[in-house]
């Protein structure tokens, strides 16, 4: 009976081994797959740290493609700026240019107001000078048929004589002012001239400015466009970035937890 109990409690203590012998046995299975998860968390780690450093690097690259892109819009701002001031400059001279014009066309009717009053002032004296070459033909006649009144038809001769004198200076100082008026005329007209040649000039070099402007403001709008989407890109990567973290910090905590749960089976 002692050997019969011993035989069964060696029966109960080999079943019981067979029970511990099985869960070590699935405790070393599970040890295993944590082992081979622990092996692919630290792949997928080092994979990450990997990724991390290149998306650090490509980050820094972009930041200084961002630098550059913003210097380059402050640069084409100053040189937009500096085609504004010279567009500026360009209407007020084209203003200016404008009334000289506008002046010279009034200083050039005025003269030609005047010439036309003083070709009417030598009709005038030409009439009178005829007037008085024909009265001159009748008091000679009357001269010839009346002896007696002689001396008083001379008098009046000489004071005709005299008024005819000043007619005739009259005439040439009107037709000297004449000339040099139609002189000035001339000269005007050039003048007129060469200023609206400067004015067609300072036109189309308003629209060359005008187009050039144009094209720097559609580049600006290209670059902002450009750095919006960088900078949208950028969002993103830092997005990518910090998902990246949790899910680091995430696999760092399942490590810890494994690590414990390792310490654990090794005591037991």
Do not use: P, Y
């Not at 567009?87 to 203003?95: A, L, R, V, W, Y």
């Amino acid at each position: 009976s002692t050997i019969q109990k011993q035989r069964q409690e060696l029966q109960l203590l080999i079943a019981e081994l067979k029970d511990r012998d099985r869960e070590l046995n699935d405790m070393v299975a599970v040890h295993q797959r944590q082992l081979l998860a622990w092996e692919d968390d630290r792949q997928k780690i080092l994979t990450l740290a990997e990724r991390c450093s290149l998306l650090n690097n490509e980050l820094i690259k972009r930041n200084e493609i961002i630098k550059s892109l913003t210097k380059r819009l402050k640069f084409l701002e100053s040189q937009q700026n500096d085609s504004k001031t010279t567009f500026e400059n360009t209407q007020q001279k084209f203003k200016e240019l404008s009334q000289k014009v506008t002046d010279a066309v009034v200083h050039c009717q005025a003269l030609e107001e005047k010439n036309r009053s003083l070709q009417c002032s030598v009709l005038e004296l030409s009439a009178k000078t005829g007037q008085l070459q024909a009265r001159e033909q009748e008091l000679l006649t009357m001269l010839k048929l009346k002896d007696e009144v002689i001396l008083d038809t001379t008098d009046h001769i000489t004071e005709f004589t005299c008024k005819f004198k000043k007619l005739e200076s009259a005439l040439c100082a009107a037709k000297t002012e004449e000339f040099s008026l139609n002189k000035e005329k001339q000269d005007l007209k050039l003048r007129l001239k060469e200023l609206i040649l400067e004015t067609n000039k300072l036109k189309d070099n308003l629209c060359e400015k005008m187009k050039e402007n144009n094209k720097q403001q559609e580049e600006i709008i290209h670059l902002r466009q450009e750095n919006g989407c960088l900078r949208n890109e950028l969002a993103l990567i830092v997005e990518k970035a910090k998902r990246k973290d949790q899910l680091l910090q995430f696999a760092k905590s399942k490590q810890a937890r494994t690590d414990t749960e390792l310490s654990s089976l090794r005591q037991v």
